[in-house]
């Protein structure tokens, strides 16, 4: 069974930075995201990589202080997060899925979903 494990998450000063993980145990897909929900909104978009070509997307809201990125050899997708502000405190979830679909269309239609991990913000 293909699972994404994701890894990084953790309670961070304002300004400051992590870097969440994203590892596929089996398979390489078409392309992965990240997106977040925070406590009472609904999961939001964050950002979209895909895998052949590495061009990315990203929410305007983390333009500049996010950056995703992928490492062939481990199969692992990452989100380095910089200067971290308390309103990014929400549960982070990577996706993945086989289809040749555009990042809009990454949250309805991913396959495959990790478990999130909590990333806390504090002012």
């Known amino acids: 069974q293909v699972q994404l494990v994701e890894s990084g998450g953790g309670l961070v000063q304002a300004g400051g930075s992590l870097r969440l993980s994203c590892a596929a145990s089996?398979?390489?897909?078409?392309?992965y995201g990240w997106f977040r929900q925070a406590p009472g909104k609904e999961r939001e978009f964050v950002t979209s990589?895909?895998?052949?070509?590495?061009?990315?997307y990203y929410a305007d809201f983390v333009k500049g202080r996010f950056t995703i990125s992928r490492d062939v050899a481990k199969n692992t997708v990452y989100l380095q997060m910089n200067n971290l502000q308390p309103e990014d405190t929400a549960v982070y979830y990577c996706?993945?899925?086989?289809?040749?679909?555009?990042?809009?269309?990454?949250?309805?239609?991913?396959?495959?979903w990790g478990q999130g991990t909590q990333v806390t913000v504090s002012s």
């Open positions: 990589i895909r895998w052949t070509t590495g061009v990315t």
């Open positions: 089996e398979r390489t897909f078409n392309r």
């Open positions: 996706a993945a899925t086989t289809l040749r679909i555009q990042p809009a269309d990454l949250q309805t239609m991913a396959e495959y």
